[in-house]
C-alpha cells in the first residue's frame, strides 16, 4: 500500500484548523519561546503526522533514517496516530535519552472528548535515538544512536529523530459524530548524572472532523 500523504500538506491548508499551543510555532516548524527572548531548552519539529484509518493496511509513515523507506505496521480495527519528530537540545548541557509523548484526543458532536496517551517507540528501555549525520553518510542523513553508550545521551546542539505510534479509537467513532481531532506532542529529557528535567514546548495540532474520512 502505497504511503498515505503527510497531513502536514493537509495542516497548511486548514487556516484557522491549526491551533499552536505554548508560544506556537517558529518558521521552520519548531516549537518557539514561551517568553519574549527566552528559547525553550528544547526544540521539536514536526516532521510527519499519519492519522491512520482502521481500513489503514500497513499504516505506513516515513521512516526515522531519511532515506527514503516507509516505515509499517500491521492493520488494526481502530484508528490511530503516526508522529515523527526531529528534537533539539538547545542547551548546553549533555542530556540523558529523551522521553517523548503526546496525546491523540477526538471532540465529540456530545461535548465528550475521547482518546490516548501515547510514548515514542524504544528498544528496550531506549527510547530509539535517530542522530543527524554531519556530513551526511551513505543511505540517509541519521544513523541510529540507540544501542551506542557513549552516544546515546543527547549533546548540546545535537537534533535527534524520535517516533510515536499507537491504535486508538474504534472504528464507528465517525457514525458517533466527531466535530475535530487534536493531536499533542512534546518531549523532554534530564541532564546526565542524575540532574533536573528540561522540555520542550507542547505542540498542538486540531484536525476538522473530516481528517477521518
Not at 89 to 94: I, K, Y
Request: overall charge negative; proline content about 5%; some cysteine.
Amino acid at each position: 500500500m502505497a504511503l498515505r500523504p503527510s497531513l502536514l500538506a493537509v495542516i497548511t491548508t486548514l487556516g484557522a484548523w491549526l491551533i499552536l499551543g505554548c508560544g506556537g510555532l517558529g518558521g521552520d516548524g519548531s516549537s518557539s519561546s514561551g517568553e519574549a527572548g527566552e528559547a525553550p531548552a528544547l526544540a521539536i519539529e514536526l516532521i510527519d503526522l499519519q492519522l491512520f484509518h482502521p481500513y489503514s493496511e500497513t499504516r505506513s509513515m516515513r521512516g526515522l533514517a531519511g532515506d527514503g523507506r516507509v516505515f509499517e505496521d500491521t492493520e488494526a480495527a481502530s484508528f490511530g496516530v503516526g508522529v515523527l519528530a526531529v528534537a533539539t537540545n538547545q542547551t548546553a548541557e549533555l542530556l540523558e535519552p529523551s522521553d517523548f509523548r503526546g496525546r491523540l484526543r477526538f471532540h465529540l458532536s456530545d461535548g465528550r472528548v475521547v482518546g490516548c496517551d501515547y510514548e515514542g517507540e524504544k528498544k528496550g528501555d531506549v527510547l530509539f535515538h535517530y542522530s543527524e549525520t554531519i556530513p551526511v553518510g551513505p543511505g540517509g542523513s541519521w544513523v541510529d544512536e540507540s544501542d551506542d553508550v557513549e552516544e546515546a545521551v543527547w549533546r548540546p546542539g545535537e537534533k535527534i529523530r524520535v517516533v510515536a505510534r499507537q491504535n486508538c479509537g474504534p472504528a464507528y467513532l465517525p457514525d458517533v459524530g466527531v466535530e475535530s481531532v487534536s493531536v499533542a506532542i512534546s518531549v523532554t529529557a534530564h541532564v546526565a548524572a542524575d540532574g533536573p528535567e528540561r522540555s520542550s514546548e507542547e505542540l498542538q495540532i486540531t484536525l476538522p472532523s473530516d481528517a477521518l474520512t
